[in-house]
């Protein structure tokens, strides 16, 4: 049924990198190079498809209810999401990101379902283009046989910072640890003592 993504046994023995661009959530470059959507989309089809990346065999729940089988070759696609979702992780907060989360779900049922032009898919598009207006660097990616890896993640929002996430304790007080676990742990630690009470 594969058409068009090579058999990932198939696939060159040589891997190859790819480095895509971002500008406020949207793909702008491909290996250093501008291009249009179009385009750009092409070049990573032609890269991701050589490589195995792209096949997906699922089986979905379609609007009217029922369970189908897909098998979708969707090679550029693949790359794009695997790019951006990357760049999310490094710039967005965490609280944007799992709202988005549950909001991408339903903005990508909405177009499934062909609603692009309901007033809610608009609506969600304010939110998603405020979340959006920071994922703006460059994600490298490893293909090899049909796997995929991340190499880099690089950008000027990037909110990763290697003094603060380190255990080295450079900026890192262990004291302050303690203050907070007793406290996030409170209605944890309450319960059973409410119910031991009660008896």
Sequence with gaps: MWQWVVSPEKAPDKPEEVEIGFASGTPVSVNGSQLGPVDLLNKLNEIAATHGIGR??????????????????????????????????????????????????????????????????????????????????AVGLKLWKGTLNVTKRVSPFSLYRADLASFTMGRYNPKDAEGFINLFALPVTVRPKAKAETK
């Design 56 to 137: 997906t065999d699922l089986v979905e729940n379609r609007l009217v209810g029922m369970k189908s089988r897909g098998a979708y070759e969707t090679p550029g696609g693949t790359l794009l999401v695997k790019a951006h979702q990357e760049l999310e992780r490094l710039t967005l907060d965490r609280e944007t990101a799992h709202f988005q989360q549950a909001l991408a779900n339903r903005y990508a049922e909405l177009v499934y379902y062909g609603l692009w032009f309901s007033p809610l898919r608009e609506a969600l598009d304010g939110f998603f283009h405020v979340a959006q207006q920071r994922v703006t660097g």
